[in-house]
């Protein structure tokens, strides 16, 4: 093979996130890496909430071996399945365009770069990869990209270093993520949502009709959950709380986790859903895989993009005989197959956008009919509503009410701040009832006592289940 010109950029050199933080930050909040690339949040001159990302520098000779390299992976006819095929590939490269030498001494900078923009997201990699990131977000692609922080949700968003130059730059970036979703976008069809490889929620648009220009958001969830103990240690939920949603889940009640959008219901539902018998059957209907139990060898996922599939999956769900049918989030139909589940005696739960107890109420009577409105607010154990805070400098995500139903009326047990009648819930006489409980007060008390006893960790909750019921 006739070797490239060394000296001749075939290719843009990469593009390099980089930020002069000594003389932009005021005040550094906290600084990390994420594998090669450093990572500073902190307060910029101007009083704005930053995520700077300085990641590896490439010398001149370093840019244009990573231009000519590139340019060889493109144009060759060798098959890459994996990282390893690309290394070997790229130490071929190497050896043919005459870079060796200068490869070697610049390896590690040059080949990040290269598996990077090859095997990665491009710019956006980094803040992929970031376990500490919620949420990736860009609204105008003249401004930079926005980012949620877990330790940092008070600022609500930070604003990143990186910026795109044009519109078909972003409309490139979106065309890789789509494509590593398995899925297809153009200006025919500019609009797509979808599921990457490592389970991360993607919307994104390229433009007009559906927006005045591309935009995209990236929704991440952690690999592992997050377990009841550390919320209850968080603050999130009351531990008092939590004992009673496991008692309802022992009950093979309904119960819905409410709230507005980024709150966290889907990440306490999940939790609640530990607090449970690890030899039972849950099955969960969702768009995407949010809710995950990895440790349960029953546990079943089912998945629907529209509201009509999910009611498909749920009937399917249904003849499984789950101990529990949860559905990730009701939106439409899928309700009826909840109301269904509770008359055939399957536990279930679902969250739900709304943020009191008549929001709810209302949604629900929208969704079905007279008698299915009746049986499911009837048969619904407990509306747990959980908010945003500021609590200080600082914004929380915390349970702020929790309401059992009495009558027609919805009766709050739990305010935070304020109200703490869980002891006194009606619930608990229906929960003693179905469980043939002589003392359910003292039967929460106990949970309670056995939940703080339990260290924080996913693995250390589900060990401490398999104690509780001997499995």
Same mark, same amino acid.
């Given at each position: ?80 399945? /994996?990282?390893?095929?690309? @290394? @070997? ?162 009950? @093979? ?138 609590? /200080? ?59 703080? @006893? ?18």
């Amino acid at each position: 093979m006739p070797k490239h010109n060394p000296t001749y950029p075939i290719r843009p050199e990469p593009k390099i996130l980089s930020a002069d933080v000594e003389n932009l930050c005021i005040d550094i909040l906290r600084r990390y890496r994420v594998e090669n690339a450093e990572i500073t949040v902190c307060i910029d001159r101007h009083g704005v909430p930053r995520y700077l990302v300085n990641e590896p520098q490439l010398d001149d000779v370093g840019k244009r071996i990573y231009a000519s390299v590139m340019e060889y992976l493109y144009t060759s006819l060798f098959r890459i399945d /994996s990282v390893e095929d690309l @290394k @070997k590939l790229v130490d071929s490269a190497v050896q043919d365009l005459g870079f060796e030498k200068e490869y070697i001494e610049r390896y590690n900078n040059i080949w990040y770069y290269i598996l990077r923009d090859s095997y990665g997201y491009g710019v956006l990699n980094v803040v992929i990869r970031d376990g500490m990131i919620e949420d990736i977000e860009l609204s105008n692609w003249r401004k930079p990209v926005t980012v949620v922080h877990r330790e940092f949700l008070a600022y609500e968003a930070l604003v990143t270093n990186i910026v795109f130059e044009s519109e078909d730059e972003v409309r490139s970036i979106i065309e890789r993520l789509a494509l590593r979703s398995g899925k297809a976008v153009s200006l025919a069809k500019p609009e797509i949502h979808a599921l990457l490889p490592e389970g991360y929620r993607l919307a994104a648009t390229l433009g007009e009709p559906v927006s005045l220009g591309p935009t995209f958001d990236i929704r991440k969830f952690p690999s592992v959950p997050i377990d009841i103990i550390t919320l209850v240690e968080q603050g999130v939920v009351p531990i008092d709380v939590a004992a009673l949603v496991w008692m309802v889940n022992d009950a @093979k009640l309904f119960y819905a986790v409410i709230g507005g959008s980024g709150t966290g219901k889907t990440t306490l539902l999940n939790a609640f859903l530990q607090l449970s018998n690890p030899s039972w059957k849950i099955v969960v209907v969702q768009d995407v895989p949010e809710i995950k139990l990895p440790e349960r060898p029953r546990f079943i996922q089912f998945f629907g993009e529209t509201s009509e599939e999910q009611f498909q999956r749920c009937l399917t769900a249904l003849r499984y005989r789950p101990d529990i049918l949860v559905v990730g989030e009701v939106r439409g139909r899928e309700i009826v197959a909840l109301v269904r589940a509770i008359a055939s005696g399957s536990g279930s739960a679902t969250t739900f956008h709304a943020s009191t107890p008549e929001e709810y109420e209302m949604a629900i009577r929208n969704l079905l009919p007279s008698d299915l409105y009746t049986m499911l607010t009837v048969n619904t154990a407990l509306l747990i509503i959980i908010s945003r805070l500021r609590i /200080s400098n600082k914004v929380m995500r915390r349970v702020c009410a929790v309401y059992e139903r009495r009558g027609n009326s919805w009766y709050p047990i739990y305010i935070h701040n304020d109200i703490d009648r869980v002891e006194e819930s009606y619930i608990l006489t229906r929960i003693g009832k179905r469980l043939l409980i002589d003392d359910p007060v003292e039967e929460l008390r106990r949970r309670i006592e056995f939940l703080k @006893k339990v260290p924080c960790g996913y693995s250390n909750v589900e060990k401490a289940m398999k104690n509780f019921y001997g499995v």
